[in-house]
């Protein structure tokens, strides 16, 4: 069945040649965008909805998440705001009350959140296992995810477990981890840091999962300088995230590399680091990607909308940019192109503002303006 949405005041295609639109109309048939353009032109439908003068924009792409968890860890946020510093090691916490919970209550929690996320704008995610570190935990977690997410991510390298030998942990990782999950997973991702994975044992969990023939992304340059997104360039990984502290060599590696350098400023803020460089990148440039890492420990959101607001009003991202980022930027960090659009042939994943354009996100902050959600063409709110 064809809708005819009408009445869009601004329509962000993120389409070099179809541009912004004012005054324009979009026509989904069935899961696909089937025509974009000026109303005047629109062709008929089988129903049709007056979104009277609102932005239309596409479904956010939060390309980075870890919501396979169980857990609270409510009191490190505390004790973190009372001054004590983000460590990896927190990721232990998670790690037992991920254990402990059961598959059920894992499903339910994950899909608690993506609705969250789908309540928001958020059409298209992608999450990560790294809370189980077992074969057979990372195993059940990449096939929860699987159910849910519309991408899947091994990150049985997310921390040495605590007690176990470090170099016999990423054997395991490398072997029998890797075979029990990679048919549920598309990725592979390290969480390239000091206190995690060192730059050697970094690369040999990536060149494993190449050879099994997953993609690569890396969590580098998170709470300090490092290897990370040197390794993720030098590898073609598909995207680095975090970013946040950048030396020369990693600006310069990231504009001339197809690895999109993916900023998490929630993160950023909620670990109390500086937020990642993104101007500094864009300026170079990087291809730049939003995302919320909404995670129990380091950034408790799924709102995007947050994102693109920090993303303009703290990292001076143009609004027009940090839209981007948030769309198309998360879906080339996922290397796709049928997300992140509004043209023919797109996913039809649509977001509707309660406001006549993007620039209210930032214009606005804090007010929740998502109206109307499509996601695959079906509506969601
Ligand atoms: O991306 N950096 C590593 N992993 C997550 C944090 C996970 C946690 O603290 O539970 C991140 O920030």
């Known amino acids: 069945m064809a809708v005819l949405i009408t009445g869009i ?9 179809l541009g912004k639109l004012r005054g324009a109309a979009l026509v989904l048939d069935g899961e696909t965008v089937a025509w974009a353009g000026p109303a005047a032109q629109a062709p008929d439908a089988d129903e049709r909805v007056d979104v009277e003068g609102r932005a239309v924009l596409p479904g956010w792409v939060d390309s980075h998440t870890h919501l396979v968890f169980a857990g609270d860890r409510t009191a490190e946020f505390e004790a973190r705001m009372a001054g004590q510093a983000y460590a990896a090691g927190g990721i232990a916490v998670t790690v037992d009350a991920t254990r402990a919970a059961s598959d059920e209550q894992l499903a339910a929690n994950l899909r608690r959140h993506v609705e969250e996320a789908a309540a928001q704008g958020t059409t298209c995610l992608e999450t ?4 189980g570190l077992t074969v057979a935990d990372e195993a059940r977690s990449a096939r929860i995810a699987g159910a849910v997410a519309d991408e899947v991510t091994f990150l049985g390298a997310h921390l040495v477990p605590p007690g176990a030998d470090a170099e016999s942990y990423v054997d395991l990782v490398c072997g029998e981890m890797l075979d029990a999950v990679a048919p549920h997973v598309r990725w592979a991702d390290v969480f390239c840091e000091t206190g995690a994975f060192d730059e050697a044992q970094s690369a040999r969990v990536l060149k494993a999962a190449a050879e099994r023939g997953l993609g690569l992304r890396v969590h580098g340059n998170q709470l300090g300088e490092g290897p990370g997104v040197r390794l993720a360039v030098e590898l073609d990984a598909a995207s680095v995230d975090h970013c946040t502290y950048l030396s020369d060599a990693d600006v310069e590696a990231l504009a001339s590399s197809n690895t999109v350098a993916t900023v998490l400023p929630a993160c950023d803020l909620s670990t109390r680091q500086s937020l990642a460089p993104a101007r500094r990148l864009l300026d170079a440039g990087a291809t730049v ?13 799924t709102s995007m909308a947050f994102c693109v607001t920090t993303a303009v009003l703290q ?17 080339r960090a996922l290397r796709r192109d049928d997300v992140g659009y509004l043209r023919p042939g797109a996913r039809a994943d649509v977001h509707v503002l309660d406001a006549p354009s993007t620039t209210h996100l930032a214009y606005r902050p804090g007010v929740p303006l998502t109206h109307a959600v499509w996601r695959k063409g079906a509506k969601l709110r």
């Open 128 to 131: 990560k296992t790294g809370y």
């Open 315 to 331: 990292m001076r991202m143009t609004i027009d940019e940090a839209v981007w980022s948030a769309t198309a930027g998360g879906a």
């Open 9 to 17: 005041g601004e329509l962000t295609t993120n389409d070099p040649e």
């Open 289 to 301: 990607a939003l995302a919320s890492n909404a995670n129990p420990g380091s950034s408790y959101t």
